[in-house]
């Protein structure tokens, strides 16, 4: 067993490359719970935004990893769908004061919807990763700043087949016509397509030997959204995302695989030298 969840995912892979993160969760009141809580404190995140449901247990999921390295997770997300915009309400001055916002798919879409609302609202960059897959409103879309699906996320929002680069192109064109500022679709092995009104730009994964690419996205966004808080380029910001994903499918296990700023840097410069 091994700590997991993609906002939480996200949210260790952002601090460990030393983001200036705050994350709000929901656990249940078990041992599950107690433990993340207990994890997450000892990773530097507030305790007080580590919400608990009095009656829902704590989301599990369970992961079945090929030899290749893909995986395939059931998830039962417990307390992670409690989390509603009442519980959010508290800390909406920390959404309007943040320079960029981080969702993802595995808490209620009306929670989301809140929190696009009050990022878009207060002119908040909001980094959507629409996983696991679901349909949009277009209401919604049009308030992401930088949306980051995956081949089979974007095909079901854009309505296009996403099998390749050439393909993804397409996809992400019709993503910016619903009013997306920015696409990054993740193509696996085949590294990740940027496209936004300037144009598009195709970036190569690195190559690596998988061991397990469970939290893979995940490490990729959080460490995405670290990089546009430092005011990199996007173009650099997926260059270090993709290093930080690249480091973790070479390890087993979710949050056990989540590298360091340190661990990244060293990548990148091992990388450049050979």
Known sequence: MVFGGKGANQAVAAIRSEGDITFITKVGNDLFGKNMKNHFETEGFRSDLILTDANEPTGIAQIFVSEKGENSIAVAPGANMKLLPKDIEPFTDLIKKAKVVLLQLETPLETVEYIADIAYQNNVKLI????????????LLRKVWLITPNETEASLLSGIEVIDAASGLKAAEQLLKLGIKNVIITLGENGSLLCDENGSEQFKAFKVQAADSTAAGDVFN???????TKDESLQNAINFAAAAAAISVTREGAQPSIPTRFEIDDFLTKYKAI
């Not at 959080?222 to 546009?228: P, Q």
């Open 222 to 228: 959080g460490t995405l959204a670290v990089a546009i």
């Open 128 to 139: 959507l990763n629409p996983a696991p897959a679901q349909k949009l409103s277009k209401s």
